[in-house]
């Protein structure tokens, strides 16, 4: 069975740094593209990055270029996104997703973790 | 204001049938680009419905369909049900600003 875990969302101050991860098993990881999808508090989808599976390109919606860094570990069947200089607005539940077939469509999708930046 | 248009909110009694449009432009839907829908139920992840404008995949009932024509595409839902009842989005590839893109979203209500 394919299954995400996301973890390391937690309340933050603004101007903080924080990694999320994302644990991936039941599906050779090293195969897919992956990417990362927040959801402010009752609003919508929103897609911020995407690495390929070899780990060699990276893609960044333009509200997070800069601040934001995504990356993986084959061996260990792990994407992550590093977030620097949070601000509010980056409050929202984040959501690790696999790329089925490089098409841009996520079939599988982590319960998400939830990123309060608050002071 | 999303570069992928739906309306905000849809409704249908059970057994009627209702559809979600998705508008986009030349740079996105209308360049070829596949549309994608996720539904997603209150508290949880979203789930792909349907891929590659009118593929479904293993498990969603095919009550569900989904079509692309022009610079549109739509989500289709027939004989409705009460755990229909969800969010839904469209999403696509721009190729002007080369990233993935999800529309505003749009809640279905079962009445």
């Known amino acids: 069975e394919v299954q995400l875990v996301e973890s390391g969302g937690g309340l933050v101050q603004p101007g903080d740094s924080l990694r999320l991860s994302c644990a991936a098993s039941?599906?050779?990881?090293?195969?897919?593209?992956m990417n990362w999808v927040r959801q402010p508090p009752g609003k919508g989808l929103e897609w911020i990055s995407y690495?390929?599976?070899?780990?060699?390109?990276?893609y960044y919606a333009d509200s997070v270029k800069g601040r934001f860094t995504i990356s993986r570990d084959n061996a260990k069947n792990s994407v992550y996104l590093q977030i620097n200089s949070l601000r509010a607005e980056d409050t929202a539940v984040y959501y690790c997703?696999?790329?089925?077939?490089?098409?841009?469509?996520?079939?599988?999708w982590g319960q998400g973790t939830l990123l309060t930046v608050s002071s | 204001q999303s570069v992928l248009t739906q309306p905000p909110s849809v409704s249908g009694a059970p057994g009627q049938r209702v559809t979600i449009s998705c508008t986009g432009s030349?740079?996105?839907?209308?360049?070829?680009?596949?549309v994608h829908w996720y539904q997603q139920r209150p508290g949880t992840a979203p789930k792909l419905v349907i891929y590659?404008?009118?593929n479904r995949p293993s498990g969603v009932p095919d009550r569900f369909s989904g079509s692309k024509s022009g610079t549109s595409a739509s989500l289709a839902i027939t004989g409705l049900q009460a755990e229909d009842e969800a969010d839904y989005y469209c999403?696509?590839?721009?190729?002007?600003?080369?990233?993935?893109?999800f529309g505003g979203g749009t809640k279905l209500t079962v009445l």
């Open positions: 997703a696999r790329d089925q077939g490089g098409n841009w469509d996520f079939d599988s």
């Open positions: 039941g599906f050779i990881f090293s195969r897919y593209e």
């Open positions: 690495i390929s599976s070899s780990g060699n390109t990276m």
């Open positions: 030349s740079s996105n839907i209308g360049a070829g680009h596949d």
């Open positions: 590659g404008n009118s």
């Open positions: 999403q696509s590839y721009d190729r002007r600003l080369s990233v993935s893109f």
